[in-house]
């Protein structure tokens, strides 16, 4: 790459981020750095994880560019694990017991919309 060439050529180090803006494509989110030491600048200075960022950066991409756009996937996502764990219990349950009829009630379980 033409990157990793001004490194060796006049000490320029860079990284790359590339990541999906849709879901029309299934596409990995792809991480390159000139060096190892452009490679460990985030984690070592900032302690996070650039596969982290990656997924963020992905997330925050497809939603538009909006931090509200990611906020209402995550809570369709907690919502929808909420419901399927319901099910499952449920499910559990009546092949426990088949003569008696479950329900489960959540305290302070609101959904905003």
Known sequence: MQLTGLDARVGIRAMLFLVRASNEYNQVPLFYATDAPAAEFIPKVYGLDVHDIMTK???????GGTLAGMATSYR???LAAKKEISNKL??????YNPQLCYSL?????QTTR
Do not use: D, H, P, T
């Not at 449920?90 to 092949?95: G, T």
């Not at 009630?105 to 379980?109: E, I, S, T």
């Open 76 to 78: 369709e996502k907690v």
């Open 105 to 109: 009630l959540y305290l302070r379980f």
């Open 90 to 95: 449920n499910i559990q349950l009546r092949e």
């Open 57 to 63: 950066f992905e997330g925050y991409s497809i939603a």
